[in-house]
């Protein structure tokens, strides 16, 4: 129907349809001044406005009458989509029986049987499905029905349309599935039922989050029991992240707990090196960060368990020297520590471990003592790696003793302290002594000695040494000069004296 400017006549026939009032209609269409089909701006016809706005009667006069049904707006959408989407059954009945195309789209690719799933009405979903209605059909993005009835928990329309021969597994063009979707939205009945459909339960979204990831981020926690029978990944995924890190992230500690339950990996690291501790300590969330800090914890103890290190014992070789009957690789006494220092060497077959007490055996060449690991909070604290992960591929004999502090843990009774940057040991509080180690407000600070501040014995001792280095050599100098002075004179007076 050509464009033409709407006349008064053309806008009571509109309001009436609008309305509900039949009267109107039949007094309207029966002065022949206005067409049955005629359209406002948008191209809406009054058939339109009564099938949305669910007046019957209305829409049987207007089909008796002439009205076309396959008219649509100029986005595409007409009387059948607005009835569908309305779940008015009656309706859709009638205009089907006088010839709509059940498969007229809008311009996006939404249908009715799309709309209908949309809104969650299953009466009409299942009228179309048996009118012949095509139960994979999708929009422009790839969006299907199931897609659509997913995202807004219809589990009755989901359960009809894969009765219907739904594809469980179409994905958007972005790669979300019908049950990605549905876990993000935490429609935790609808996953268990596209799950029990063949869903697969680990397709991700082509950013590489899948399913458990998302439902993990979001805090549902419904989603994740129903997803967690099916093993799905509990590891790093192709985005260089996994639930665990998610859980994290959103800080949800019942989440947390139960991916750490179905054996969830607190140790892992993220693409930007991060682990699940340290962006729950980033993003505040202190519960979760502990929680997940005691199952680190656990690992380690298990790990230690689970293989402990036994020291290889074998007979001392003796010194092929001649006249020497000491025996080589026997322990030397361990060197007293000196406050202030930033490294001890310790006994060479066996290194205590300061932070645990246990012994760490195996070792056959000197070593020098490891330093107490620090919690993954305090790594995430201060953005850098553990000091013995710092320390790989070195030899056991490489490795010192670091001089970094503890930074204060979250609910520590520990009162803070200041340190001065650099040094390896904490300035007094108040007038009163130093009662130890005071925390580092960043723990990857350098434990070099820095000017002034770093005066500890060593140092002073390394001074008053090399005072007593210059007294040596000027001394040396002075009886050199004086011994000089001495032989120049006897020369001088040989020369002097007369010859016999």
């Known amino acids: 129907m050509s464009m033409r400017k709407a006349t008064r006549w053309d806008q009571r026939l509109h309001m009436a349809a609008v309305k509900g009032d039949l009267e109107e209609v039949v007094r309207v269409l029966d002065t022949g001044r206005v067409h049955v089909d005629c359209t406002d701006r948008d191209g809406t016809t009054p058939l339109i406005l009564a099938a ?81 209605a095509n139960a994979n059909v999708a929009m422009r993005d790839r969006a299907s029905t199931l897609f659509v009835a997913a995202q807004n928990g219809h589990t009755g329309v989901v359960k009809a349309l894969l009765k219907a021969g739904a594809r469980v597994n179409t994905r958007r063009v972005d790669g979300a599935t019908p049950l990605w979707i549905a876990s993000q939205m935490g429609h935790h009945q609808a996953v268990r039922i596209l799950l029990a459909n063949g869903a697969f ?61 179905a054996g ?25 960060a502990s929680t997940l800090k005691e199952d680190l914890a ?99 004999a490489d490795q010192y003793m670091s001089c970094e502090l503890s930074t204060l843990v979250d609910g520590s009774s520990r009162p803070p302290t200041t340190l001065v940057v650099g040094s390896c040991g904490a300035m007094s509080m108040g007038s009163g002594p130093s009662t130890g180690p005071a925390p580092s407000p960043n723990p990857s600070i350098s434990s070099e000695p820095v000017g002034s501040h770093s005066r500890h014995n060593g140092t002073e001792r390394s001074s008053s040494r090399r005072s007593g280095d210059f007294s040596s050599v000027k001394s040396i100098f002075h009886k050199t000069l004086a011994s000089f002075k001495r032989s120049s004179l006897r020369r001088r007076s040989s020369k002097d004296s007369p010859e016999p």
């Open 201 to 261: 339960h680990d397709t991700p979204r082509h950013d590489g989050a899948t399913p458990l990831l998302k439902a993990a981020h979001k805090g549902h926690i419904d989603v994740i029991q129903e997803l967690l029978p099916y093993k799905p990944s509990l590891g790093l995924l192709k985005n260089g992240e996994s639930a665990l890190h998610a859980a994290a992230l959103s800080g949800d500690l019942r989440v947390t707990k139960t991916l750490l339950a």
């Open 52 to 132: 949305a706005n669910s007046h019957v009667s209305i829409v049987k006069e207007l089909l008796d009458q002439g009205a076309d049904p396959n008219m649509t707006r100029h986005t595409g959408t007409g009387a059948i989509f607005f009835a569908a989407q309305g779940g008015f059954l009656d309706i859709v009945t009638m205009l089907l029986d006088n010839g709509v195309n059940i498969h007229q789209a809008s311009k996006d690719g939404g249908t009715a049987l799309v709309v209908a799933a949309q809104c969650g009405h299953q009466d009409v979903v299942e009228f179309l499905l048996e009118k012949g």
């Open 298 to 396: 656990k690992r380690r103890e298990r790990a230690k368990t689970a293989s402990p290190a036994t020291p290889t014992k074998s007979p001392p070789p003796t010194d092929s020297s001649p006249g020497s009957p000491r025996v080589v690789g026997s322990p030397k006494p361990t060197p007293t520590h000196v406050p202030g220092r930033c490294s001890t060497p310790t006994s060479p077959a066996i290194v205590q471990s300061q932070s645990s007490g246990q012994l760490l055996d195996g070792e056959s060449s000197p070593t020098r003592a490891k330093a107490p690991p620090r919690s993954s909070t305090q790594f995430a604290l201060a953005g850098s790696s553990s000091p013995l992960s710092r320390g790989r591929g070195r030899g056991v």
């Open 264 to 288: 969830a990996d607190s140790s892992l690291k993220n693409d930007q090196g991060l682990t699940p501790v340290q962006i729950a300590v980033q993003s505040k969330h202190y519960d979760c």
